[in-house]
């Protein structure tokens, strides 16, 4: 699948990470994103929309990334999570894992770090 197909969806509680994030997949020509606020919409606009690749952070409001992370992937084993946060402790990184997150990214995101992450969702085709 190329890049520019896939339904992205980013839940971060800061705008500006949102931002960051939205940008960085525009300019890989990803135009089909959703952007939610907190875990529990992630976990409801993922049960409703079905997006290819969800980016997620860790710490936010009503429900925390791994949490809806785990949630997701109960409902959906295939489905694919990127974490993204700031909190990048090995404790994280093994609870993402654990929760079924196929990868981790540090904040704040790099253009290059967002094209790897597709890049496995999509299949290496870019």
Request: hydrophobic residues 40%; contains cysteine.
């Amino acid at each position: 699948m190329d890049i520019s197909e896939l339904k992205v969806m980013i839940c971060d509680d800061s705008l500006l990470a949102r931002k960051n994030l939205r940008d960085g997949l525009k300019g890989l020509g990803c135009n089909n994103i959703l952007e939610v606020f907190d875990g529990q919409e992630a976990v409801d606009t993922y049960m409703s929309e079905k997006p290819d690749v969800v980016f997620l952070d860790i710490v936010m409001p009503v429900k925390d990334g791994i949490t809806a992370a785990r949630e997701i992937c109960g409902a959906n084993p295939d489905a694919y999570i990127v974490m993204v946060s700031s909190v990048g402790t090995q404790v994280h990184l093994r609870e993402a894992i654990k929760a079924g997150a196929k990868d981790f990214l540090q904040k704040p995101t790099t253009p290059e770090q967002i094209r790897n992450a597709l890049e496995h969702i999509s299949g290496g085709d870019e």
